[in-house]
């Protein structure tokens, strides 16, 4: 009998970091599937200059399940702030050395993953470079992940270019081998569904027997979610995949104070509100909680350690028979 249940994780960007660092104190098996269709900033540049899948995400994503000295972590994360490198963390660099020394992006990821003992599987979606293209409600299309949520249009789907760029066989793989699938929390459009919209990706994920699992944001996003409800986080996920496929979908229902929200609401940002009786009707069970969202120096942020332990505890639940013990 298996005493660790196989959970993928799928996302990019920030969010799926803060929810790693809760997760990996529980004995789960984690596999991380992370989006490489960044074009902007140091990952952008290191993309176009050495033809080779964006590095930002899949480097916050090591760092956050990495077990090692502060120190080193700090340093993976470091940014320069001067020179021809300014703007480059160290990370990113290292793992583009690593990808010209092995030929090989997920070989590279491979390798660093072991430096930085993570706990768990990093994989990128895909080897390929990939480009996010946005299709607005107007007709207009947005070619680049960067330029998507600086149009502030309203988000009708998103598609990779070329059709040609290949999932990573280990992603389909882990998939098909999950007990458990996680989404989120992270930008929906340009972190959550650029990994389902690679080829069989989606389809791998309608045929898992997997329980799947949206943890929700707790703030919109101005050019991506503007006036979103939780429902609607999770139809445009079940449009991309063409299935409605969650389970289960845990929010935030913390009421924040007026003095943090205002410099949200400068951004065209609020919390997302949880209409329960739509989630209800998409047959899905809803778990909200005050303490998922969280306020910390003015910033509000999910709760690694709580959404982590409600995410625990459903498992326990669903599978009783199953030997669990905390770190």
Known sequence: MRTKVKVVT???GTGLSVL????????LEITAVVTVADDGGSSGKIRSDMNIPSPGDIRNVIAALSDV???LEKMFQYRFDSGEIKGHPVGNLMI???TDIHGDFSTAV???SR?????GTVLPTTNDIATLNAVLSTGEIIRGESSITEAGGVIDHVYITPSRVKPNEDVLKAIEEADYIIMGPGSLYTSIIPNLVISKVSEKIRESNAKKIYVCNVMTQHGETDNYSVSDHIVAIN???EENIFDLVIANSREFDDSILSKYHKEKQEPVKIDQEKIEELGIKLIKNNDVGIVDNNTIRHNADKVSELIYDYIIDDKPTMIYNKR
Request: aromatic share 8%; charged share 25%; proline share 7%.
């Open 69 to 71: 000295e502060p120190y």
């Open 20 to 27: 790693l660092r809760g997760l990996k104190k529980y004995p």
């Open 96 to 98: 583009a050395a690593m």
């Open 110 to 112: 491979k390798v660093m």
């Open 115 to 119: 430096i930085l003992n993570v706990r």
């Open 239 to 241: 449009k991309h995949v």
């Open 10 to 12: 799928i996302g990019g």
